[in-house]
């Protein structure tokens, strides 16, 4: 037997474990088996990456960044879900209020997602910075860190942002597209009473990230498993869906600019080192 | 004690990925995982057992007792729920803390009944002095009863 590819992912919810469990039954039907280890947080899974205790990261866009920026940008994105490209986050407001264009929100209040939220929080604080009002400065900032360490992938902040906003306690709040859809379609919100004020550049989200020394023929073994899901196979598709994507595609990091420049001008890893 | 140790045995056994079978008695049951987070899971699991163990301590004693001190009743039924103090450790996610015990259960009982609620009150709290379940876990977890009564 071929001795198994190390999987590193993140869990926010015991529930998550179901989709890795399909993905690693997958994998060994295949033969590329898989075993996939459970980190509490990003910052132990980059830490296991690097030290070699894990081959792939499934990785947040921030974790990327912390991957790259500790091992002198050497490793490699290779994979990513359909979905986790051109992503946007939107600054909403309501309807009725007074604030109609992002200047407005200057000596406001906006509610954001966790402190390391790339698409509740960084990103949206960044649009902000590159329209000239800077975060706790010209505008307050309602961040309601909910389990910070995940980047964001528990939608509990942007909720808690969101539920802000409709109190009256913030101007605006800060969401991910996909929330925004979901949400406005679910009753969570309600269209009519929310618009959107603002929207993000666009931004890619999580990456399966290997270090440099990954050897080439796992790699390539991992990938063309990886890549002979079809949406379109009804044993497939059950996964898929739970994990949000119709298709993976290849690996590019050209969509992390905006959470890079995000990041520095927040100073998000001062302090640490790399 | 003035008696001699009366103690059950079972038998359990297991020969593929997640499925014992349960001798008890002329008895067997399957079982299947410890703990199942996939709704679609095709088998009771040993948590999902012993939750299902207390609830059916619970309200076949109350029927028992019902019965035995004549109180008339129609129907009982308990909705059982149980919490681990962190099931992530189960799944051995590095990092967290705590452990994959029975924290808390909760259990809702609802009598069907016309007969007076101290009658019931009686067979309620006869009941719960005498469920072997219920001794066992209301003082090792937080383990909360109540009793509603309807017509």
């Not at chain 1, 073994?221 to 994507?245: A, C, I, T």
């Not at chain 2, 499925?19 to 299947?32: D, K, L, N, S």
């Not at chain 2, 057992?49 to 109180?71: C, E, H, M, T, W």
């Not at chain 2, 067979?123 to 009863?145: G, H, N, Y």
Request: hydrophobic share 40%.
């Amino acid at each position: 037997m071929d001795k198994p590819i190390l999987m590193g992912a993140v869990l926010y919810n015991p529930k998550v474990s179901v989709i890795w469990d399909i993905i690693s039954a997958f994998f060994q039907d295949n033969g590329c088996p898989i075993d996939t280890v459970f980190y509490t947080n990003y910052e132990l899974q980059v830490e296991a990456l690097l030290k070699g205790h894990i081959d792939i990261a499934w990785n947040s866009p921030l974790a990327w960044l912390d991957a790259q920026r500790q091992s002198g940008s050497t490793c490699r994105a290779i994979a990513m879900r359909d979905t986790d490209r051109e992503r946007v986050s939107y600054l909403i407001t309501k309807t009725q209020g007074r604030i109609k264009t992002v200047e407005d929100l200057r000596g406001k209040t906006v509610a954001v997602g966790a402190k390391d939220s790339p698409q509740a929080t960084l990103i949206p604080l960044g649009l902000l910075q590159r329209q000239g009002l800077q975060p706790g400065k010209d505008v307050q900032v309602r961040r309601f860190d909910l389990m910070v360490g995940k980047h964001g992938d528990h939608i509990g902040g942007e909720l808690e942002a969101f539920k802000c906003l409709a109190s009256g306690e913030a101007d605006a709040s800060a969401l991910v597209d996909l929330n925004w859809q979901t949400w406005t379609q679910d009753g969570t919100i309600n269209p009519g009473e929310y618009a959107i004020l603002a929207t993000t550049a666009p931004f890619d989200h999580c990456c399966f990230t290997v270090r440099a020394d990954f050897p080439p023929e796992r790699e390539q073994q991992f990938l063309r498993v990886l890549f002979s899901m079809h949406y379109d196979n009804p044993k497939h598709r059950e996964m898929m869906d739970l994990e949000g994507l119709k298709a993976w595609v290849p690996g590019r990091t050209s969509g992390y600019g905006l959470l890079h420049e995000a990041v520095e001008k927040q100073h998000f890893f001062a302090g640490t080192t790399p | 004690m003035n008696m001699e140790r009366y103690t059950w045995t079972l038998r359990v056994s297991t020969a593929c990925k997640d499925r014992a079978t349960v001798f008890v008695r002329q008895h067997q049951f399957p079982v299947g995982a410890p703990v199942q987070f996939d709704a679609a899971y095709d088998a009771i699991t040993a948590l999902e057992y012993v939750l299902g163990a207390i609830g059916a301590d619970v309200v076949n004693g109350f029927r028992a007792l019902a019965r035995k001190r004549r109180v008339e009743v129609d129907h009982v039924e308990a909705v059982i729920e149980g919490a681990l103090n962190n099931p992530l450790t189960y799944l051995g996610v590095v990092g967290e803390s705590g452990h994959p015990g029975l924290e808390q259960v909760s259990v809702k009982v609802y009598v069907a009944s016309l007969a007076a609620e101290a009658e019931i009150q009686r067979v309620w709290q006869e009941m719960l002095d005498k469920s072997p379940l219920v001794r066992t876990f209301q003082p090792a977890i937080r383990f909360e009863l109540s009793l509603q009564v309807v017509l």
